[in-house]
Nanobody, 122 residues
Framework: VQLQASGGGLVQTGESLRLSCAAAGRTLSTYAIGWFRQAPGKERELVAAIGSGGDTYYGGFVRGRFTISRDNVKNTVYLQMRSLRPEDTAVYYC?????????????????WGQGTLVTVSS
């Protein structure tokens, strides 16, 4: 499977963005999909993950601001981000995990897409 992340951009504090992770080559329905982010000088961290059964996991910093969802018909996973803050500025990546379990471990994910840059201005 190949993943294509999109939807990043420049927004102001408090605004929203929706990121998309589209798959090509295989159906995403049996995979868990994770959204990760990496800010300059920082380690990559989990933002949110969704299992093949729809179970979800969020990073602690999300605090209800982000929602991950999947549309298996469109073969796409979304990350709706609200109330964005400057500290959310990062490159956001989506990744697929073949067991279908939503994991918070980077090493569990087999396939990575290219990143999409999110910049939140103050």
């Amino acid at each position: 499977v190949q993943l294509q992340a999109s939807g990043g951009g420049l927004v102001q504090t408090g605004e929203s963005l929706r990121l998309s992770c589209a798959a090509a080559g295989r159906t995403l329905s049996t995979y868990a999909i994770g959204w990760f982010r990496q800010a300059p000088g920082k380690e990559r961290e989990l933002v949110a993950a969704i299992g093949s059964g729809g179970d979800t996991y969020y990073g602690g910093f999300v605090r209800g601001r982000f929602t991950i969802s999947r549309d298996n018909v469109k073969n796409t996973v979304y990350l709706q981000m609200r109330s964005l803050r400057p500290e959310d500025t990062a490159v956001y990546y989506c990744a697929a995990e073949s067991s279908g379990w939503a994991s918070d471990s980077l090493s569990s994910y087999d396939v990575w897409g290219q990143g999409t840059l999110v910049t939140v201005s103050s």
